[in-house]
């Protein structure tokens, strides 16, 4: 796998911007602080966790994810965009962990796991 920087800003190297995964979806309404050292609430806020494989900084708030990156996801003719706030411990690198309300925009939360497709992009 090829990463992408974008411009000279080497922060971004490690972030594989544009590059589509084929992968899974779930959802999660926790409250407190993200990874990004930022206080979220993924029951009201529209955001997604990562796996710990795209995070590259001994100090995740200092993390090139936590600096203007969000995820497109694709789901059944749907597409969003949401930012990257937290870290989901539990996920493969092609899993991702939608909030409840981002989730609720692609699918019913009764599905619980939904395959996306799913992309870094520069917010």
């Avoid at 926790?30 to 796996?51: K, N, R």
């Avoid at 690198?93 to 939608?98: A, N």
């Amino acid at each position: 796998m090829t990463m992408a920087a974008l411009g000279t800003d080497q922060a971004y190297a490690a972030v594989p911007i544009g590059q589509p995964v084929s992968g899974t979806a779930t959802w999660y309404n926790d409250a407190g602080y993200g990874a990004c050292g930022t206080p979220i609430d993924a029951s009201s806020q529209i955001l997604v966790a990562v796996s710990p494989s795209y995070w590259t900084s001994a100090n995740p708030n200092l993390d090139p994810l936590c600096s203007g990156i969000s995820v497109q996801v694709s789901y059944n003719g749907r597409t969003i965009t949401v930012p990257v706030r937290d870290k989901c411990w539990s996920c493969a690198p092609g899993h991702i962990d939608l909030s409840a309300p981002a989730f609720r925009s692609l699918a019913a939360p009764d599905l619980g796991v939904i395959p996306v497709t799913w992309k870094f992009v520069r917010s």
